[in-house]
């Protein structure tokens, strides 16, 4: 039935992209983001959906798009010889064929952000993709926000996030860095937003996928994720006019929080001051080195 389901929306998406061809570039970010492929049992795992998806949005921009102010910007060139950079260095690796695979994904990535740009020519293009990709990860984060609220997150590792797959976004210090990440965004849509007005159902729902992106660090117990919250609050000091005022709400609010926190949690964090003893923090400073 979830198969059915994940198929009938996909499909509608697809047939409004057909008459709309930037549609197309949006199902395709949500299925970059959302992975439903991973989430059905076999329909959707038989078919290449993301490889349909991108051929259907680059086939409709160059077929059916209005392409009066498109332009090149050297952004786009830059990611372009980066993307040969990548190919070169993983060609040359001591195991090409483990590279090849590992980085799989990274061209995919910097082929479509090179694509992209040539696509967002209106305000409301821009705002429609930022709606797409707060929306394709708040379909993961509420699921996992309600699931730390009713069980803790039951510690690293442990947090279930729709589907029992350790990578891309359903990694937790990636959907750690991305819950906080988009924070700005979905503020920036209680204010500015123009596709959903503003109103009290809007914001009421923004605060809520706010507090849902603060407890998936929590239910996951990265570090990243506090490390996240703390570069948030530390970014947005620049754009209040009260800094103490702010420092001291931020600082309030942390020790009310910390009672409520899951032993797993802080258990996690205290392991910030002793990563010499820690194998995944261990690890990534020798691979550095």
Not at 71 to 98: K, M, N, S
Not at 147 to 159: C, H, P, S, V
């Amino acid at each position: 039935m979830r198969d059915l389901a994940f198929i009938a929306f996909l499909l509608g998406l697809f047939g409004m992209g057909f008459r709309r061809p930037f549609l197309l570039v949006l199902v395709y970010v949500y299925i970059d983001i959302v992975s439903p492929q991973r989430l059905t049992y076999y329909l959707l795992n038989a078919v290449p959906i993301s490889l349909i998806a991108v051929a259907l949005a680059v086939g409709g921009w160059a077929l059916a798009d209005d392409k009066r102010d498109t332009r090149v910007a050297p952004r786009q060139v830059l990611i372009g010889l980066l993307l040969l950079y990548c190919w070169a260095t993983t060609i040359g690796a001591d195991f090409p064929v483990e590279a090849k695979e590992k980085w799989d994904w990274v061209w995919k990535a910097l082929a479509f952000a090179a694509f992209l740009p040539l696509t967002l020519r209106t305000r409301l293009r821009i705002e429609s993709l930022l709606l797409f990709m707060v929306l394709s990860a708040a379909s993961i984060i509420i699921v996992g926000g309600i699931k730390t609220l009713a069980t803790g997150g039951g510690g690293y590792g442990q947090l279930n996030l729709m589907v029992d797959n350790n990578s891309g976004l359903y990694e937790g210090s990636t959907i750690s860095a991305v819950a906080v990440a988009i924070i700005p965004l979905i503020i920036w849509f209680m204010t500015y937003g123009t596709i959903f007005k503003p109103d009290w159902r809007v914001k009421g729902f923004c605060l809520a996928l706010v507090f849902a992106c603060l407890l998936i660090p929590v239910g996951t117990s990265t570090r990243t994720g506090l490390l996240c919250i703390g570069l948030l609050a530390l970014l947005s000091l620049r754009a209040v006019k009260r800094k103490g005022l702010y420092i001291g709400a931020i600082a309030a609010l942390g020790l009310a929080a910390i009672p409520f926190l899951p032993s797993t949690f802080t258990n996690r964090m205290n392991t910030i001051q002793t990563y010499q003893a820690d194998q995944s923090a261990s690890t990534r400073l020798a691979v550095w080195k």
